[in-house]
């Protein structure tokens, strides 16, 4: 029996793995992003699909340690200055949304029939965005560094601070006095947990890194993290708060901390797998036989929920002055319900203001939600008309007439400009990045906006008169684009071009280039000569080393030109020693066929 029960929890707990390792690559490859193949996988192993599990609250009170563990990593990020650089948008910004929204959700509530306490508590429960949710498509769209992601940050901190007068205010409601009166006492014993653990993370946490560290023994470091994590987590839910304040809390009094980058690194991997299983497991909760039997209801409730939701969110990004475009995608990213919601809920079902229909079609709406929000996102980012760029303080290029033009002023075209200017060679730049061209007039650069692919852009940037074309691009396919272009369209002008790799080296050999180099090869040469010096090799030695190195990489790169690649190899320097035999042969040994001559070269 105790094998069985075994070999059952480690079907449950192969299942959970493989379909996430399923799911999300084919999800990520049709563009829908893996936070809904993470749902959807849950919903095929989940009670109402395969029935894999029966029970997949057990998972989800697990994999909720996921999403405690990723607001442990925020907090690591946010130091206390940096945080108080927020406090506009966090009290200013975030609170307007939390009212606004509120108070509209409680107005729907309250039109749908809901009793006023249990209207506000189901409006205040959707305006409680996932965390989760926000943060892994910010992630994934590598935005969460940008100036709209620190914004939508700033909301997250306000709406996961906001469950803590939220449950007091559930208390307050409360229809039984027994009730309320424990509610108030989770509220003090929350606020108290709090204290408690700032005090011991501003004097407890960094004297016991310190001294775990002189033991140099890397899993007590990584077992230590864990125990802060999941302890800090701990104490909140004993306070009756969320763990994921408790996690988010310990990161910010750690931020500051000598051991923040180690911290970070031993939380890394259980983070990613637990809250991929969080999302598989809000899947698996998303109850289907209630939604098919109130499913007029629900439909009805997410769609309103969500849109007056997202008009919350949007008067207010105006309200703020923020861009049309971002304050339509902040709807797409803000307009779900979230985990705190869960929390909340049950709060008011344990204390009478929910009965249990009113609370499974509330908990059905916020996971209904979660799940549309990465293809609301979707569908918003294709309907968006692209972004126009702001050119103010920017000169198109026009009329120009210089000796060279650059194309690309990123870092290797302002390296290789200096030459020209220093020589008194009068240069005419282009660079497509708006925010580029303002730095660098800063620095005392004239560079004009234009897209060097466009052949009209180049005769306004002076290319029929330029004696040679730069081009510093970062992009290959760019480069090709703009060599082939220029061949035709100015070929009196001499090509120097900036090579991204071997094989675009080769192919820009072929499209008869005046000269080409493989933007890392010069550096990573000088870098190999400096590290023989280093190591006490004699200059002379060491020079005849890199001779001998570019010998063989030029006498490779005319081999790849000629289309034989693999000509080439033995030329390359390797780290693995050629076969040799343990004892001399004393004779040449005979073996059937003609074989070349040079066999015995190859691998040198």
């Not at 192993?45 to 925020?74: D, K, N, Q």
């Not at 914004?151 to 208390?171: G, N």
């Not at 079902?349 to 929000?373: E, H, P, Q, W, Y």
């Not at 050629?578 to 040198?604: C, H, I, W, Y």
Request: one cysteine or more.
């Amino acid at each position: 029996m105790a094998v069985e029960g075994v070999a059952d929890n480690l079907v449950k707990v192969v299942s959970l793995l493989g379909a996430g390792v399923v799911a999300v690559p084919i999800f990520r490859r049709l563009g829908l992003g893996s936070v809904l193949g993470y749902f959807s996988a849950g919903i095929v192993i989940g009670p109402f699909g395969l029935g894999l599990f029966s029970s997949p609250e057990t998972v989800l009170h697990v994999a909720e340690f996921g999403v405690v563990m990723f607001l442990f990593i925020i907090g690591l990020e946010m130091q206390p200055s940096r945080l108080w650089n927020l406090r506009g948008e966090i009290f200013g910004l975030g609170l307007s949304q939390v009212a606004l929204c509120g108070a509209l959700l409680t107005g729907v509530g309250l039109l749908g029939g809901l009793s006023g306490p249990a209207a506000f508590v189901a409006g205040m429960g959707f305006v409680l965005s996932s965390t989760a949710v926000v943060m892994q498509m910010l992630d994934e769209r590598g935005e969460t560094s940008t100036p709209q992601g620190q914004q939508a940050v700033s909301i997250l901190l306000l709406e996961d601070l906001a469950i803590v007068p939220l449950l007091a205010l559930v208390a307050f409601l409360a229809p039984n006095k027994a009730a309320a009166a424990n509610g108030w006492v989770t509220f003090g014993t929350g606020l108290a947990c709090i204290a408690g653990l700032v005090l011991a993370g501003r004097y407890l946490l960094n004297p016991l890194f310190r001294v775990l560290a002189l033991a140099q023994a890397r899993e007590i470091m990584t077992a230590a993290a864990l125990l802060v994590v999941l302890g800090s987590a701990l104490l909140m839910q004993l306070g009756g708060l969320s763990m994921a304040m408790g996690a988010f809390l310990a990161g910010v009094l750690l931020s500051e901390s000598s051991f923040r980058h180690q911290l970070e690194a031993d939380i890394e991997p259980f983070r990613g797998i637990l809250l991929g299983m969080f999302f598989l497991a809000v899947g698996m909760s998303l109850d289907i036989a209630m939604i098919l039997s109130d499913w007029r209801l629900v439909a009805l409730a997410v769609v309103a929920f969500m849109a007056v939701k997202a008009l919350g969110i949007f008067i207010i990004a105006k309200l703020f002055r923020t861009p049309t475009r971002v304050a339509i995608s902040r709807v797409a990213l803000f307009s779900q319900g979230g985990e705190f919601a869960f929390v909340l809920y049950a709060a008011a079902l344990a204390a009478g203001i929910f009965d249990g229909r009113t609370n499974a079609v509330a908990t059905a709406t916020v996971i209904l939600s979660m799940a549309l929000t990465p293809l609301l996102a979707i569908v918003i980012d294709r309907l968006l008309p692209p972004e126009r760029t702001s050119l103010d303080g920017v000169d198109k290029a026009d009329g120009l007439d210089k000796q060279v033009l650059v194309i690309g002023f990123g870092r290797f075209g302002q390296v290789a400009s200096q030459s020209l200017l220093a020589r008194g060679i009068s240069v005419a730049i282009l660079e497509v990045d708006v925010e580029l061209i303002r730095s660098a007039a800063g620095f005392g650069f004239k560079v004009h906006y234009g897209d060097g692919t466009r052949p009209e852009i180049l005769h306004a940037a002076g290319a029929h008169h330029a004696a040679a074309i730069l081009v510093c691009v970062n992009e290959r396919q760019t480069a090709t684009r703009i060599v082939e272009m220029a061949r035709h369209e100015f070929p009196h002008a001499k090509l120097f071009v900036r090579a991204f790799d071997r094989g675009h080296a080769a192919e820009l050999i072929q499209a008869d280039v005046d000269y080409q180099i493989r933007e890392t090869f010069e550096s990573a040469m000088s870098f190999g000569r400096a590290v023989l010096l280093g190591l006490g090799v004699a200059e002379s030695e060491a020079d005849e080393i890199s001779q001998d190195v570019r010998r063989r990489d030029a006498e490779r790169l005319a081999f790849e030109v000629a289309g034989d690649v693999a000509a080439g190899q033995k030329l390359v320097h390797r780290n693995t020693p050629a076969p040799t035999p343990f004892t001399r042969p004393k004779s040449q040994g005979a073996m059937p066929g003609n074989l070349p001559d040079d066999l015995s070269d190859v691998g040198d």
